[in-house]
């Protein structure tokens, strides 16, 4: 069992930037992914960016640039810097925790970006 806190979602003018950030625990395995999706308003669920254990970064293709996922100190966190943010991105913001048979999810923050 793994549970995912998240943090760090608001409202953000067009051209600002947030910091989400993920906390799992739990039952956390030594090497592993943990990673943001997004679902915009009326939209379906969508990959942001990955990080695995070791370093590995992955980024949806339209994101990469704007967006950095990171780990801290402590390995079972991660954030989300994002950057330049733009109306497109106003969604709500989840913590992935990819998991044999279903994933975990967090409960989700939102993001809204607006003048």
């Known amino acids: 069992q793994v549970r995912l806190v998240e943090s760090g979602g608001g409202l953000v003018q067009p051209g600002g930037s947030l910091r989400l950030s993920c906390t799992a625990s739990?039952?956390?395995?030594?090497?592993?992914?943990m990673g943001w999706y997004r679902q915009p308003p009326g939209n379906k669920r969508e990959f942001v960016a990955s990080?695995?254990?070791?370093?590995?970064?992955r980024y949806a293709d339209s994101l990469q640039g704007r967006f950095t996922i990171s780990r801290g100190n402590a390995k079972n966190t991660i954030y989300l810097q994002m950057n330049d943010l733009q109306s497109e991105d106003t969604a709500v913001y989840f913590c992935?925790?990819?998991?044999?048979?279903?994933?975990?999810w967090g409960q989700g923050t939102q993001v809204t970006v607006s003048s």
């Open positions: 992935n925790f990819p998991w044999d048979p279903e994933p975990y």
């Open positions: 739990g039952s956390i395995p030594s090497v592993y992914y």
């Open positions: 990080i695995h254990s070791g370093g590995r970064t």
